[in-house]
């Protein structure tokens, strides 16, 4: 008779099925903290973005409404020079240039404390008394300039 030898397998007490039953599970519950993770970032990033995009159209009408105000002071002035005399006196408003038919107006509304906006009309006066106007500058500008002074300390960097 042939001696039959028994081999030997690896085996557990508690079954392959359920090791695995425990590693998908627990795969499971690391992607769903990731996805919980990233979609809590998401979430912040999105109001972040809100707030600097209601800030931005707030800012937008501010400066159209003096675009308004400075058309209203020239419609309903007499002259030309009382006009602008009357526009340069406006606070958030500097005169840049000005002859007889046209001027330049320049302004700053702040949109955040990192940045504002800056604008730049020119204004024409043509000779039926109409005016027009001409943005010639609308753009968003950071608030502080950037220094570039900050160093890293590296080894053997002085």
Known sequence: ??????????????????LLTI???L??????????STSLRD???SQRMAEKTTAYYAANSKAYEIIEKIDGIITKS??????????SEETEVTVLTRDEMSATVYYEVEVTKQQKLQVMITINLEKDKKVSYQITEWKE??????NSDTKLPVIGSE
């Open 27 to 36: 795969m499971l519950v690391v992607f769903s903290v990731l996805s919980l």
């Open 23 to 25: 590693m998908v599970i």
């Open 141 to 146: 500008v950071p608030s502080k300039e950037w």
């Open 1 to 18: 008779m042939k001696n039959f030898q028994k081999k030997k397998f690896l085996s557990s007490p508690m079954g392959y099925s359920f």
């Open 78 to 87: 007499d002259d030309w020079e009382s006009a602008w005399k009357e526009v």
């Open 43 to 45: 979430y912040k990033y």
